[in-house]
C-alpha cells in the first residue's frame, strides 16, 4: 500500500513535534501539558508556533476522510455502487447518480480552485501593491474646468 506523502517537508523541532503529535491525539492543551508534564503555557506557546501549526495541519489534512485522495476514493466506490445498483433494478432514479457526479464534479472543481489559489500566491504572481493614479487634463469647457482656469489666471480673485 502506498503512502500519500505531503507536498511539503516541515521543518519542525523534535520537541515541539512531540507536543504537536500529543495535541493530534488528545486535542487538549491541558490534557497535553498534563501528558508531557510541561506547563499549560509551555504547550500553548509550542502550539502558536508557525511550523507545528503547519504540522498540525498537514496532518489533519492528510488523515481520515480529510485527505482527499480517500475522500475521491470514496466517492467514486459509492457512484460505482448507484451505477451497481440502477443496472441490477432494472430501473430506478437516474436523478440520485446525476446528483452524485454533481457532487463529485463540484468537489474536484473546489479542489483545484483551492490548489490555483494556492499557487498564486506562492508565486506572488498577484500585486502587492497597487497605486492608482487619475490625470485630470483638457480643459473641455465645464463648470469645474472654468473655475480652474479662473483660479490660474486669477480672474475671480
Same mark, same amino acid.
Given at each position: 500500500?502506498?503512502?500519500?506523502?505531503?507536498?511539503?517537508?516541515?521543518k519542525?523541532?523534535p520537541?515541539?513535534?512531540?507536543?504537536?503529535n500529543?495535541?493530534?491525539?488528545?486535542?487538549?492543551?491541558?490534557q497535553?501539558?498534563a501528558?508531557?508534564?510541561?506547563d499549560?503555557?509551555?504547550?500553548?506557546?509550542?502550539?502558536?508556533?508557525?511550523?507545528?501549526?503547519q504540522?498540525?495541519?498537514s496532518?489533519f489534512f492528510?488523515?481520515?476522510?480529510?485527505n482527499?485522495?480517500?475522500?475521491? +476514493?470514496?466517492?467514486?466506490a459509492?457512484? *460505482? %455502487?448507484?451505477?451497481?445498483?440502477?443496472? &441490477?433494478?432494472?430501473t /430506478? =432514479?437516474?436523478?440520485?447518480i446525476?446528483?452524485?457526479?454533481?457532487?463529485?464534479?463540484?468537489?474536484s472543481m473546489d479542489l483545484?480552485?483551492?490548489e490555483i489559489?494556492?499557487e498564486k500566491? +506562492?508565486?506572488?504572481?498577484?500585486p502587492q *501593491? %497597487?497605486v492608482?493614479?487619475?490625470?485630470? &487634463?483638457?480643459?473641455? /469647457? =465645464?463648470?469645474y474646468s472654468?473655475?480652474?482656469?479662473?483660479l490660474?489666471?486669477?480672474e475671480?480673485?
Amino acid at each position: 500500500m502506498t503512502q500519500n506523502l505531503p507536498a511539503e517537508t516541515v521543518k519542525i523541532a523534535p520537541e515541539a513535534l512531540e507536543v504537536a503529535n500529543c495535541y493530534l491525539q488528545l486535542n487538549d492543551p491541558r490534557q497535553v501539558a498534563a501528558e508531557l508534564d510541561l506547563d499549560v503555557e509551555v504547550v500553548a506557546d509550542y502550539l502558536k508556533r508557525r511550523e507545528v501549526k503547519q504540522y498540525i495541519d498537514s496532518v489533519f489534512f492528510d488523515s481520515g476522510y480529510n485527505n482527499r485522495f480517500l475522500m475521491r +476514493r470514496a466517492m467514486d466506490a459509492l457512484i *460505482k %455502487q448507484k451505477f451497481t445498483e440502477l443496472e &441490477e433494478a432494472g430501473t /430506478g =432514479s437516474q436523478k440520485d447518480i446525476a446528483e452524485l457526479l454533481a457532487l463529485s464534479h463540484k468537489m474536484s472543481m473546489d479542489l483545484l480552485d483551492k490548489e490555483i489559489q494556492l499557487e498564486k500566491i +506562492r508565486s506572488g504572481t498577484s500585486p502587492q *501593491k %497597487q497605486v492608482n493614479v487619475q490625470i485630470n &487634463e483638457g480643459l473641455d /469647457g =465645464s463648470k469645474y474646468s472654468q473655475l480652474v482656469q479662473k483660479l490660474i489666471s486669477g480672474e475671480g480673485v
